[in-house]
C-alpha cells in the first residue's frame, strides 16, 4: 500500500492523487500507476478541474486512473490471481478493467460514495473479486535521502 501511495505522488491532480500497485501470488510487483493524462498529452493542456455545466471542461473526461494505468503498464504476461493496491477505492470503469484483466484482489485504504463505487461492489461481488479496506499498521513511512551522495554502511 506504501507504493501505492508512493506512485500517487507522481499525480499532478491538485485534488485527488490515486496511486495502485499489481502484486503477483509471489507479492513481487508486477505493475504501478497513478491518475494522470494520457501519454502524449500535455498536463498543462487539458483541465484538471470539475465542471458538470460543460463537461469538455471536466478532468474525467481525460484523465486516465491509477488502476487503468497500472494494468497499462504491467511487466507480466497476465495478471491471473494478482493482488492490486489502490489508495482509493476503485469506481466502476476501473473495476471493469481490474475483472477483464483476471486481478481477484483489490486492496483499498480510502472510499468515496457514491454510484459508480456501489457499481462496482456488484461487479466486483458478481465476479468474485475480494474487495477489502487496508489496516495500516504504521500510519507513516518516511523515506530520507543520503545527502552527501554516499551510501552509509550498516
Known amino acids: 500500500?506504501?507504493?501505492?501511495?508512493?506512485?500517487?505522488?507522481?499525480?499532478?491532480?491538485?485534488?485527488?492523487?490515486v496511486g495502485a500497485c499489481i502484486v503477483n501470488e509471489d507479492k513481487k510487483?508486477?505493475?504501478m500507476g497513478y491518475n494522470g493524462m494520457p501519454t502524449g498529452c500535455d498536463d498543462d493542456d487539458f483541465p484538471w478541474g470539475k465542471n458538470k455545466d460543460y463537461t469538455l471542461d471536466d478532468k474525467s473526461m481525460y484523465v486516465c486512473h491509477a488502476e487503468l494505468n497500472a494494468i497499462i503498464n504491467k511487466n507480466a504476461t497476465d495478471l491471473k490471481k494478482c493482488t492490486i493496491y489502490t489508495s482509493l477505492f476503485p469506481c466502476n470503469e476501473?473495476?471493469?478493467?481490474?475483472?477483464?484483466?483476471?486481478i481477484k484482489t483489490v486492496v483499498y485504504m480510502l472510499e468515496k460514495d457514491g454510484n459508480k463505487y456501489e457499481a462496482s461492489r456488484r461487479?466486483?461481488?458478481?465476479?468474485?473479486?475480494?474487495c477489502r479496506r487496508h489496516?495500516?499498521?504504521?500510519?507513516?513511512?518516511?523515506?530520507?535521502?543520503?545527502?552527501?551522495?554516499?551510501?552509509?554502511s550498516p
Open 29 to 31: 510487483i508486477v505493475g
Open 94 to 102: 476501473c473495476a471493469k478493467v481490474i475483472v477483464q484483466s483476471g
Open 123 to 130: 461487479i466486483f461481488q458478481a465476479a468474485n473479486v475480494v
Open 135 to 152: 489496516e495500516p499498521q504504521v500510519n507513516k513511512i518516511v523515506i530520507e535521502f543520503p545527502t552527501n551522495g554516499q551510501m552509509e
Open 1 to 17: 500500500m506504501g507504493l501505492a501511495f508512493l506512485a500517487a505522488k507522481r499525480s499532478k491532480d491538485p485534488v485527488t492523487q
